[in-house]
């Protein structure tokens, strides 16, 4: 009998748990709720928010260069603001992390873990697309507070989403298409062709559609800046019609299409629409050092490298950083005022392969990878921002706290970083003091199904017309 009133016991204590935390997710909806609609007027600050992200970024690289003074635009804002090595997740693939840094939260809460994701009865693989997202992005919450943003090449931002103000989705540029459909043998009919909700909004597309199918004929001048090529490698290069890891001079012309690409339609997205806050992501850097950084260290390798193509290729990492300086340089002279706040950030550092070129089971194609999760690069600069601030440890999680405390909005209890507020004048946090809320992300709707392009669900229709699927 006693055995028999503890089970029962057991059963109302376990019953009673579950209404508790059902009562309490309920509140903090209703909190939330609450939140928005007592704050609908709330105090908006006057500020721009420039988020630069450059996939592999690192202070090895970075530091020499600025020695040498060959990144002036980057000197200039840590010389003022505040910089600090960058935690990154394990593994360091580019869907969850950059997913991760502006959502907030962990890559099995916001559902973007992987680059390959299949299309359910079609046999389709393609890339991870927004509605898979479980979590609000940072464009979503600003948009939803009235301020406008712009978003360029952010991962997982295909179907481009209805925002106050722009998305230039990382669908809108045939080249990065190209790249990850041969790279990751995508089936996806839509990457080889224009989709809908690439851009938003959609009459932005018509303006963008010369950058978005950017021309692959390459001026001598510019692919000299990174490799001064004799006439002979040049016109290989030219000759290159796709994206080829087995070819280092496609992975140049690529990698570096990709990049001008999402730059020719963000700037004059930006331009056009002035945003407040700014997320602007290029990942050609990434593709360079995974395959010219023998080139850079040829002594950390254990193989012979033709002494002849290191003369060739030895500065096309260092030229590379040069020219995401220029761009910095760009984007900061869009916002010439006092009122703007540059971030620039990594999702991972990089470094010399010491298995390349080697026999075994650890055998991997890349001179460079980011294998061991090295750091990345945090760069905070601007108005309200300390000048030279000591933070301990900050990783990519910290980001999106950090960036809704600047923008005066409370941060989600549900993410597990922080307000990086040693990067950030104390007197900020006076009239602005840090809330909290339980989520922004109750009820957020979403798939587990990436979106499909029109020919794969046509194609769909006719198959199960003919009775090949259900």
Request: hydrophobic fraction near 35%.
């Amino acid at each position: 009998m006693w055995k028999s009133d503890s089970k029962y016991q057991k059963i109302n204590q376990k019953r009673s748990s579950i209404m508790l935390i059902t009562i309490l997710i309920a509140i903090g909806i209703f909190l939330s709720g609450c939140w928005k609609e007592n704050n609908s007027t709330f105090e908006r600050i006057q500020r721009r928010i420039i988020l630069f992200g450059i996939d592999g970024a690192t202070w090895d690289v970075i530091d020499p260069l600025l020695a040498e003074g060959k990144l002036p635009n980057m000197a200039k804002l840590i010389e003022s603001g505040t910089r600090a090595n960058l935690k990154t997740l394990t593994p360091t693939d580019s869907p969850r992390i950059w997913t991760s840094i502006l959502t907030g939260v962990l890559p099995e809460i916001h559902g973007i873990e992987s680059f390959v994701v299949k299309i359910p009865d079609a046999e389709y693989s393609t890339l991870p697309s927004s509605n898979m997202r479980k979590a609000k992005a940072l464009w979503n919450i600003l948009s939803e507070f009235g301020y406008s943003v712009g978003i360029v090449g952010w991962w997982a931002s295909f179907p481009a989403e209805e925002v106050n103000g722009f998305i230039i989705s990382d669908h809108a540029n045939y080249i990065r298409k190209d790249i990850f459909k041969d790279l990751l043998n995508l089936t996806d009919k839509g990457m080889s062709q224009k989709e809908e909700k690439e851009v938003y909004p959609p009459e932005l597309y018509q303006e963008l559609s010369n950058s978005i199918r950017i021309s692959t004929k390459m001026k001598p001048d510019l692919v000299n800046r990174f490799a001064k090529l004799p006439a002979d490698k040049f016109d290989e290069l030219e000759r290159q019609q796709s994206y080829s890891i087995e070819n280092k001079l496609s992975i140049l012309k690529f990698g570096l299409l990709n990049d001008m690409s999402f730059i020719e339609s963000g700037f004059f997205a930006i331009q056009k629409y002035n945003p407040d806050f700014t997320a602007f992501y290029l990942s050609g850097l990434d593709a360079i050092e995974h395959h010219f950084w023998k080139y850079m260290e040829p002594e950390k390798f254990n193989m012979a490298i033709p002494e002849e193509e290191i003369r060739l290729y030895d500065n096309v990492i260092k030229k590379y950083y040069m020219y995401m300086d220029e761009i910095l340089g760009k984007l900061i002279s869009l916002y010439s005022d006092d009122k703007t706040t540059m971030v620039v950030i990594s999702d991972h550092g990089f470094e010399a392969n010491p298995h390349h070129g080697t026999k075994g089971p650890h055998e991997v194609g890349y001179s460079g990878y980011h294998e061991n999760s090295p750091d990345g690069i945090f760069v905070i600069s601007g108005m309200d921002i300390e000048k030279k601030g000591k933070l301990i440890n900050p990783t990519v999680l910290d980001i999106m706290p950090t960036l809704l405390a600047l923008m005066g909005l409370p941060v989600g209890k549900d993410m597990p970083g922080k307000v990086l507020k040693n990067a950030i004048n104390k007197s900020f946090f006076e009239s602005h003091p840090v809330e909290k809320i339980p989520s922004y992300s109750s009820g957020w709707e979403h798939s587990s199904t990436p979106i499909e392009s029109e020919n794969v669900k046509t194609l769909k229709e006719k198959l199960k017309a003919l009775g090949y699927i259900n």
